[in-house]
């Protein structure tokens, strides 16, 4: 079993739609919780970062933890074209500059128009 | 915000020959970077953690002599792939943790050998 479950999609949804991206993971260790988002042949890009369990939101993007089921969804309100693109998943144990991040596999989303 | 810098964006080498790749933190001193790689449709896969001042710490599998890191400042991070072959052939990305939260990433490189 891989420490960090994505689906990896392909994923599509007409504009506007809300759309709910999910991993799920095993090691209770994790307590630090972010979502990427990575474009066609480009490093990924943070979109959100959350600490424990709760709730985060920054614009359209809305960030969950669940640390009870090893939880944690995305959820982006309103979709654009514009955010076609692989999400991934990413957790860690602390917070230091060492630390090692794991990664799901990414959901490749497509908002159509 | 915390700006990593990758180069080269591209590279094709010949098989046999090495390729150096560059990271470098921008605006801020990064004490650790990490260093990836990413086949097609699949997730990051650590390849090392690069310490300044110090020998990289490379994940299981990985050969040290194959991708030789060297982490000579606070803001430069270099991974030579040596004696590169086809299958080295991937998405090379690096990242550094910033102040604050959350892991920057470089802009990748795709090497490719021919």
């Known amino acids: 079993q891989k420490e960090v479950e994505q689906d990896p999609g392909p994923l599509s949804v007409p504009e506007g739609a809300i759309v709910s991206l999910n991993c799920t993971y095993s090691?209770?260790?994790?307590?630090?919780f972010m979502w990427y988002r990575q474009y066609s042949r480009k490093g990924p890009e943070l979109l959100m970062y959350?600490?424990?369990?709760g709730n985060k939101e920054d614009g359209r993007f809305t960030a969950q933890v669940d640390k009870s089921s090893k939880y944690i969804s995305l959820f982006i309100r309103d979709s654009q074209p514009s955010d076609s693109a692989t999400y991934l998943c990413?957790?860690?144990?602390?917070?230091?500059?060492?630390?090692?991040?794991?990664f799901g596999t990414g959901t490749k989303l497509q908002v159509i128009p | 915000g915390a700006v990593v810098s990758q180069h080269p964006s591209w590279v094709i080498c010949k098989s046999g020959t090495s390729v150096k790749i560059e990271c470098r933190s921008l605006?801020?001193?990064?004490?650790?970077m990490f260093w990836y790689r990413q086949f097609p449709k699949q997730s990051l896969m650590l390849m090392a953690t690069?310490?300044?001042?110090?020998?990289?710490?490379?994940e299981q599998g990985v050969e040290k002599d194959k991708f030789l890191i060297n982490h000579a400042s606070l803001t430069l991070s270099t991974l030579t792939v040596t004696s590169a072959h086809p299958e080295d052939s991937s998405f090379y990305i690096c990242?550094?943790?910033?102040?604050?939260?959350?892991?920057?990433f470089g802009s990748g490189t795709r090497l490719t050998v021919v």
């Open positions: 990242s550094a943790r910033g102040e604050g939260y959350g892991y920057t």
């Open positions: 090691n209770s260790a994790f307590q630090y």
């Open positions: 959350t600490y424990s369990s």
């Open positions: 990413a957790m860690s144990a602390g917070s230091g500059g060492y630390q090692k991040v794991t």
């Open positions: 605006d801020f001193q990064a004490t650790t």
């Open positions: 690069s310490n300044e001042g110090s020998k990289a710490t490379y």
